[in-house]
């Protein structure tokens, strides 16, 4: 069983719309490519950014919105110093 890991590290404040198109994009081709059975995860490395809670909670629910057709209740985890 393939664990597809996908790793981001933007400027969030500035790249949102960026950072879901090319989520989008990454997650539908795994959903197409990868065998059945197949998961995926998306890790946003916010080290040292300074990001208020609220603010990574709305970046998360966004990112899961948005691939809500692609990949259901996809797991975003938030690396953290």
Avoid at 15 to 20: F, I, K, S, V, Y
Avoid at 26 to 47: A, K, W
Avoid at 61 to 80: A, C, F, G, M, W
Wanted: net charge negative.
């Amino acid at each position: 069983r393939v664990r597809a890991i996908e790793v981001k590290n933007y400027n969030l404040e500035h790249n949102e719309a960026r950072l879901l198109d090319e989520l989008e994009r990454q997650i539908t081709s795994r959903v197409n490519n990868l065998p059945q059975g197949s998961t995926q995860e998306i890790v946003l490395d916010v080290r040292g950014r300074g990001y208020e809670e609220e603010f990574l909670k709305q970046i998360v629910k966004d990112i899961q919105e948005r691939l809500v057709n692609v990949y259901p209740d996809i797991p975003v985890t938030l690396l953290r110093w």
